[in-house]
């Protein structure tokens, strides 16, 4: 059973208050999930509603919020376009991210399936992307203006009736939906896909999950809703969505799952791509592993540690798992290792050890703490068998970096 539904609020992309509900589980969430309602709904639609609850009650927790200018939240939507959209979603992560759990599900209802699709590359947690009746191109929704789309590229503006509410929409907004690199998103989406889409969806045909399926890489799966209309208003249609959904993201986002349920990346193989959610922020995945690497302000924006952090990192799980080792070959009462490390650079000429003479050289001090029942001779040999460590090993070495165009 589902916990409760959780009234929240947090800052959008406009610098304006959005309203947010967050539905929980009973018990420890198996993940978290993020839902992008479509185009001028809101939050409450039936859809967002009933899915969002029965994922609950599958365990996983769900936010979803009404877009700037929509619903209760505060803004002007004449302001707002697709961009906007993407940018208020990295805002739901952000609060998810500090306030419970980076969401690693994205789920897209419409026009918000494909603004996941655009935003999952700025969420470094996303395993898994879910669309329902999703445009292949946001420029899709222009044809829902009407007559009125002429008169907002020759004016400027116009107000347009959508589902029986009028909206002011900005030639800003036609401008950026034309401008959206969609299917180079959706190629390198580097998440797992579902595209769910009714084969007699007459809003959005289903020659759009089609043209989503061919440009999305592996792992990527389609479900047919059969008979469900856009908007997903039978009760039924909404209950198998989220049934389909929490058995597929098991296999995907689920942290008991991920270790057995995806493909291990080859070892030793990192990939590393910007996010462009901050100007230096990093994605990094290592098998089935997300880390986030940024700088520190005010340069970047320290929403992860920096390469020479990761740098130091590496050298000290690797002298850590070292000593572990050696001590438990030994039989030695080692109970915990730990190490601190620092680096910095430091002239050449105050380095008494340092075969370079001349300019600045690099220098990592590192210290290693032993707790246990050991001796001090034991405690030497460890301390001696931590520069045997592979990563101090190659740092020490002569390393041979060949780069290639990709």
């Keep these: 059973m589902a916990e409760a539904s959780r009234k929240l609020t947090f800052t959008g992309s406009h610098g304006t208050p959005l309203a947010a509900r967050l539905e929980l589980p009973a018990g420890k969430p198996k993940a978290y999930a993020l839902f992008a309602h479509c185009f001028t709904c809101g939050k409450d639609v039936h859809a967002a509603t009933r899915i969002s609850r029965e994922l609950a009650e599958e365990g996983i927790a769900v936010l979803r919020f009404d877009f700037t200018g929509l619903g ?9 376009d ?34 996941v699709l655009a935003t999952a590359h700025r969420i470094p947690e996303t395993r898994a992307v879910a669309t329902m009746g999703a445009p292949a191109d946001p420029a899709h929704v222009a044809h829902l203006l009407g007559d009125a789309r002429e008169t907002i590229e020759a004016k400027g503006k116009a107000d347009v009736t959508l589902a029986g509410r009028t909206f002011c929409i900005e030639k800003q907004f036609l401008d950026d939906i034309e401008g959206q690199p969609q299917r180079d998103r959706i190629n390198k989406l580097g998440a797992a896909l579902l595209v769910l889409h009714s084969p007699t969806d007459e809003l959005v045909s289903v020659d759009n999950a089609r043209e989503i399926f061919d440009a999305a890489r592996h792992p990527r799966s389609f479900v047919a809703l059969d008979g469900a209309d856009h908007l997903l208003t039978k009760r039924a249609d909404a209950e198998y969505v989220a049934k389909v959904l929490a058995a597929w993201a098991g296999r995907y986002a689920f942290e008991a799952e991920v270790e057995t349920g995806m493909e291990a990346q080859a070892e030793g193989l990192v990939e590393v791509s910007e996010t462009r959610a901050g100007r230096f922020t990093q994605q990094i995945v290592v098998g089935n592993h997300v880390l986030t690497a940024d ?112």
């Excluded at 209760?72 to 707002?80: K, L, P, R, V």
Aim: charged share 25%.
């Design 295 to 406: 700088e520190p302000k005010p340069i970047g924006d320290d929403t992860g540690p920096s390469p020479y952090d990761m740098l130091l990192a590496a050298l000290g799980a690797c002298t850590a798992m070292t000593v572990r080792m050696y001590a438990e070959r030994k039989g030695w009462a080692l109970d915990q290792a730990s190490v601190t490390l620092r680096h910095a650079h430091i002239h050449a000429e105050d380095c008494a050890d340092c075969e370079t003479k001349e300019g600045k050289v690099d220098r990592i001090e590192r210290q290693v703490y032993f707790e246990g029942d050991l001796d001090d001779d034991q405690q030497q040999r460890l301390l001696e068998i931590a520069d045997k460590c592979p990563v101090h090993n190659t740092l020490r070495s002569e390393t041979v970096i060949a780069t290639t165009l990709g």
């Design 72 to 80: 209760n939240s505060e803004g002007d939507f004449g302001a707002t």
């Design 82 to 115: 697709f961009s906007s959209n993407t940018d208020d979603l990295v805002c739901a992560a952000d609060h998810l991210r500090a306030h419970y759990e980076a969401p690693s599900i994205l789920i897209g209802h419409s026009l918000g399936g494909a603004a």
